[in-house]
């Protein structure tokens, strides 16, 4: 279920301003420094509302976090639950411009949970998994850097386990049921 544009949303959502980095291509190569401490970054694209992210940073202390979505609304909506968590940033960015917000190798692991499949073949292209977003994770990435996949949708699947290979990626970890 699609969440509904949000009325006034570019004023609310300045609101978040710091937990949300709006000027983020400044923070390329300087990601560390903005989280104060030299702990790895892990990446989710996609995070809509940020229950995972959210979930990951509190557990998880020792990790900085930045979340990566498209939306104004759903970035808003994910703001409002993840105010004060301090390993946490977020990036109101589409994620084909990455390379414009990140240095090579600043990345440590790159979640991808349950994307939009873009069942069409004429939008493969906009597919996470696609050649050329499988170029700029490889940029991202550290030398024994991590993208994470999860997706229930088999024909998505299907697809990515294809553009991996052919890439090069090496799989750790496969699984038909998660």
Not at 18 to 42: Q, R, T
Not at 114 to 127: C, E, G, N, V
Request: hydrophobic share 35%.
């Amino acid at each position: 279920m699609r969440l509904r544009r949000i009325k006034n949303i570019e004023e609310k959502i300045k609101k978040y301003e710091g937990l949300i980095v709006f000027d983020c291509e400044n923070n390329k190569g300087k990601w560390k420094k903005s989280f104060g401490n030299d702990n790895p970054i892990y990446l989710e694209i996609g995070m809509g509302k940020g229950k995972f992210i959210l979930k990951h940073a509190m557990t998880n202390p020792d990790i900085n976090y930045i979340g990566c979505e498209i939306s104004d609304s759903v970035i808003y909506k994910a703001a409002e639950k993840a105010e004060g968590v301090s390993n946490l940033l977020m990036i109101n960015k589409d994620a084909s411009l990455l390379n414009d917000i990140f240095e090579e190798k600043e990345i440590s692991k790159i979640f991808l949970n349950f994307s939009d499949p873009w069942p069409k073949s004429r939008h493969a292209k906009r597919r996470l998994t696609s050649e050329s977003f499988l170029s700029i994770y490889k940029k991202l990435l550290g030398v024994d850097g991590v993208v994470e996949m999860k997706t229930d949708n088999r024909k998505l699947f299907e697809y990515s386990l294809t553009k991996f290979n052919e890439a090069g990626w090496v799989f750790e970890e496969l699984s038909l049921d998660l």
